[in-house]
């Protein structure tokens, strides 16, 4: 009677196992670490070593491939991550280009901002960029007196509540060279300017001429002593009260600056009247003067805000980027570097 034997305990799968009669002799297999009959463990180092044969093939293989820049995946890794692969690339990709367009268009969006002349401030709220000339902001308070504090800015303001200080002289006053309504102005003291201002009065000079435009300089800069006898003259002829419509005490006159000019046309015989604003001249200093940095400065209907009658004659030099803010808005100077103004980023 036959005896059945037992299956060893080789995990060689039954398709390798050749060897139907156990031999007598057991030793642990190296590949699956059991022991099972000889003949069977040699089977299975068989297997072990074709197995490792074909990781290394693989190995080399995917190491000649690497160094050709492929990627060694078999046919169902690329087609099951291909698709995360090309999404990842995109992905990168579309950050990239986002990247360098914000990096490009970063620049045109403060360029913008410095065509406006504005900036943010920290709550991001639009900040002008005359806030530092704001009134509240160039003032103080000296001998019971409101002095201002930046004397020799283009964008001053001096009028009856705001004094120069005591012996102000600007010290770049010379001579524009425009047509003047009285002789020899080389050496009459209201023939002066302050550099930069007299520059751009003859500007605005020959924009006016090339329009068909008649324009003369009638008075510009006013030292404390000759606005004092002005002053005081106008005071005996006209009184104190009516004086101080169209007259600045000594101190307080926007001429001693030397940014301002009284400019006239033969249209009215170069009086310095309101009927001149009505003028083609006038009405041309009026519309166009701002392209060259000045402002008709006492406006009609800002008697208030100004502390002076309308004149239309009046203009003052204030630079070209001011200039411009101040007349599009249609308000005063005065009114114009209010904080509350400036606050709105105008």
Request: charged share 25%; hydrophobic share 30%.
């Amino acid at each position: 009677m036959s005896r059945r034997l037992r299956k060893p305990p080789c995990r060689v799968p039954a398709i390798f196992r050749c060897c139907r009669t156990p031999p007598l002799r057991k030793r642990r297999c190296r590949n699956f670490g059991v022991r099972c009959a000889s003949g069977w463990a040699e089977a299975c180092e068989k297997i072990g070593q074709n197995a490792k044969k074909t990781r290394s093939a693989a190995q080399a293989e995917r190491s000649r491939a690497g160094q050709q820049g492929g990627i060694c995946v078999n046919i169902y890794t690329a087609s099951r991550w291909g698709t995360i692969v090309l999404g990842t690339a995109l992905a990168a990709g579309l950050l990239s280009a986002c990247s360098a367009a914000g990096a490009k268009n970063e620049p045109d969006r403060e360029a913008q901002q410095s065509v406006k002349g504005g900036t943010e401030d920290g709550a991001g709220k639009s900040q002008s960029p005359f806030a530092g000339d704001s009134l509240q902001s160039t003032v103080e308070q000296k001998d019971g007196r409101n002095v201002v504090t930046n004397p020799t800015s283009i964008h001053v303001v001096v009028n009856k509540n705001r004094h120069l200080p005591d012996g102000y002289e600007p010290s770049d006053l010379v001579v524009p060279n425009v047509p003047f309504s009285f002789g020899d102005p080389e050496n009459q003291e209201k023939s002066r300017m302050r550099k930069e201002a007299a520059g751009a009065l003859e500007q605005l000079f020959a924009g006016a001429k090339k329009d068909g435009i008649e324009l003369y300089a009638v008075s510009g800069y006013r030292s404390y002593a000759r606005q004092k006898d002005i002053y005081d003259y106008n005071v005996s002829t006209r009184g104190e009260e009516e004086t101080a419509k169209v007259s600045a005490a000594p101190g307080t006159s926007e001429h001693q600056t030397g940014l301002a000019m009284d400019v006239s046309s033969p249209s009215v015989g170069n009086a310095l009247e309101q009927s001149f604003g009505d003028t083609e001249e006038g009405r041309w200093l009026a519309d166009r003067g701002q392209e060259y940095g000045f402002i008709v400065h006492y406006l009609k209907g800002k008697e208030e805000q100004t502390g002076y009658s309308y004149e239309p004659w009046h203009i003052r030099y204030v630079g070209k980027e001011l200039a411009e803010a101040v007349h599009a808005s249609g308000l005063s100077l005065e009114e114009y570097l209010e904080e509350s103004s400036l606050a709105g980023g105008q």
